[in-house]
């Protein structure tokens, strides 16, 4: 699994402020990462000195973020070797010019299951959507090893029942479709207290994507995602993240607990899940 970092994003106004002043010592603690995402809006133009700065100081690929097609470009442009790199993203209502740009410089495409009209409240929906932008790829010529498809995570705090929806999207792709698929992984807990939690919990829920954004200063979660890639528990609570996992892809039952933190992460998969009903202090035992 390839862990992207999502940190360097403008919407945190620190990371705004940062990039207008260029402040790099500030950007250095996100670079430590496979891959970091570059999610840099879709007038600005920081790929200039960006890119350069993250070849400078770290080994990390990185997700070119953006909706301007130019900026990528040149991100990738001034990148060089973008095997191993992304291009963020690319939907129905914005395929050619990013599909195109995939083509050319052999990086690797996440594709979003959504259209002009939103983002399909069935897994169907997303599904559907999922399907006509493979057979678009293909008959463009990208590999199918290059395709990271996106079942869009919404938060459990705007509507609940859409995380079993987006679990269910990245079952149906990988049951047809030769591809891979991405989570956006700390959009399940935006609005939500206790935010660890919930992310810990739902990489249960996730744990079989190709790849995932997530926040690099979340260490534990770094940890959760490799313990259960090579089902190596080294406690109770690992044990616990591991049922989890289990029970989500076999279909099967959450186990019941007598301890106050195993029962916290048991109340959120059941949340998740949508076997218990959402509210913000789902954390009180």
């Known amino acids: 699994m390839i862990l992207i970092g999502e940190n360097i994003n403008i919407i945190s106004?620190?990371?705004?402020?940062?990039?207008?002043?260029k402040n790099t010592e500030y950007l250095k603690q996100f670079l430590d990462m496979e891959c970091v995402d570059l999610n840099i809006g879709?007038?600005?133009?920081?790929?200039?000195w960006l890119v350069p700065f993250v070849k400078a100081n770290s080994t990390a690929n990185i997700s070119f973020d953006t909706t301007n097609s130019a900026e990528t470009e040149k991100g990738l442009k001034l990148f060089g070797n973008c095997e191993n790199c992304f291009i963020n993203s690319a939907s129905k209502d914005r395929f050619d010019k990013m599909s195109d740009l995939a083509l050319e410089y052999n990086c690797n495409l996440i594709l979003l299951t959504m259209d002009s009209n939103g983002i399909p409240k069935t897994a169907d929906g997303r599904f559907e959507i999922a399907y006509e932008l493979y057979e678009k790829c293909i008959e463009k010529g990208l590999s199918h090893e290059k395709l990271y498809f996106d079942p869009l995570v919404l938060p459990l705090s705007v509507d609940q029942s859409q995380a079993m929806e987006a679990v269910n999207t990245i079952r149906m792709?990988?049951?047809?479709l030769d591809v891979k698929t991405i989570v956006g992984l700390s959009n399940i807990s935006n609005g939500s207290p206790n935010r660890n939690l919930i992310n810990h919990v739902f990489?249960?829920?996730?744990?079989?994507?190709?790849?995932?954004?997530?926040?690099?200063?979340?260490?534990?979660?770094?940890?959760?995602?490799n313990m259960l890639k090579n089902n190596s528990p080294k406690s109770?609570?690992?044990?616990?993240?591991?049922?989890?996992?289990?029970?989500?892809?076999?279909?099967?039952?959450?186990?019941?607990?007598?301890?106050?933190?195993r029962q916290k992460i048991d109340k959120a998969a059941k949340i998740i899940s949508g076997g218990?009903?959402?509210s913000h202090s789902f954390t009180q035992i």
């Open 276 to 278: 218990e009903i959402y």
């Open 236 to 261: 109770e609570i690992d044990e616990v993240y591991i049922q989890i996992s289990d029970a989500v892809k076999n279909f099967g039952e959450f186990m019941e607990y007598n301890d106050v933190e």
């Open 203 to 225: 990489a249960c829920f996730v744990s079989d994507v190709d790849a995932a954004i997530v926040d690099c200063k979340d260490k534990e979660l770094i940890r959760i995602f």
């Open 13 to 21: 106004k620190s990371v705004k402020e940062t990039l207008s002043t």
């Open 173 to 176: 792709i990988k049951e047809s």
């Open 42 to 48: 879709p007038k600005n133009q920081y790929f200039d």
